[in-house]
């Protein structure tokens, strides 16, 4: 079965900062990667998603993006945070071989002050 | 595209009774229907799917409904405990696309 690994944990950042958030993703190859996020006591947002190296998908203009430099490597960016983009960011995969079933990793919960 | 719409967004029940949570779709082609409970501080956990060629799956406590004429699912969690107590999501997925459209979410409390 696949284990989801994503860093930090917790993230305090100024506004204007930059950030980076990590996930990688163990026990399966090529899979579909995602990157959600949710607000305080909210839905899941979908935020982007990737098929392959290099191939990112955007489901929701703002000022993150993400990029998969590896197969089982997914990074999501900023450069300058907004207060608006704090929340619980999830990263997900999902096995091609069992379709559909996407599984979280442990998120980050991040606060931008 | 797809949308989901998910009631009740929040539900209160004793200790053993039932609990159902209904969820309603859009695109009729949708084959795919995860749900997911997700604890205070956690991450989502997939603890039931159907896909569309059933109308019926059960996992001890929990269940899954489809009526895929009148576009719905819904979950059903017998003899309901406290320790159920977590925000569910459904979601939906269309053949072919590997994204899930999910639900709003219900926050499930039940007391001891």
């Known amino acids: 079965s696949q284990t989801i690994h994503q860093w930090p944990a917790t993230l305090v950042q100024p506004v204007g900062s930059p950030l980076s958030l990590e996930c990688t993703v163990e026990?399966?190859?090529?899979?579909?990667l995602y990157w959600y996020r949710q607000a305080a006591g909210r839905g899941l947002q979908l935020l982007f998603y990737?098929?392959?190296?290099?191939?990112i998908s955007s489901e929701v203009p703002q000022n993150l993006s993400a990029s998969r430099p590896q197969d089982r490597q997914f990074i999501l960016s900023s450069k300058k945070l907004l207060l608006s983009d704090s929340g619980f960011y999830l990263c997900?995969?999902?096995?091609?071989?069992?379709?559909?079933?996407?599984?979280f990793g442990p998120g980050t919960r991040l606060t931008v002050l | 595209g797809e949308n989901v719409e998910q009631h009740p967004s929040t539900l209160s029940v004793q200790e053993g009774d039932s609990a159902v949570i209904k969820c309603t779709y859009s695109d009729s082609a949708s084959n795919y229907f995860p749900w997911y409970k997700q604890e205070l501080g956690k991450r989502p956990q997939l603890i039931i799917d159907?896909?569309?060629?059933?109308g019926e799956k059960k996992d001890q406590r929990i269940a899954v409904t489809l009526n895929k004429t009148a576009k719905h699912f819904s979950l059903h969690i017998t003899e309901t405990q406290p320790e159920d107590s977590a925000v569910y999501f459904c979601?939906?997925?269309?053949?072919?696309?590997?994204?899930?459209?999910f639900g709003k979410g219900t926050m499930l409390l039940v007391s001891p």
């Open positions: 997900a995969s999902d096995d091609r071989g069992k379709y559909n079933e996407q599984f």
């Open positions: 979601a939906a997925s269309l053949p072919g696309y590997s994204t899930l459209t």
């Open positions: 026990g399966t190859s090529n899979p579909n």
């Open positions: 159907i896909r569309s060629n059933v």
């Open positions: 990737s098929v392959g190296i290099g191939q």
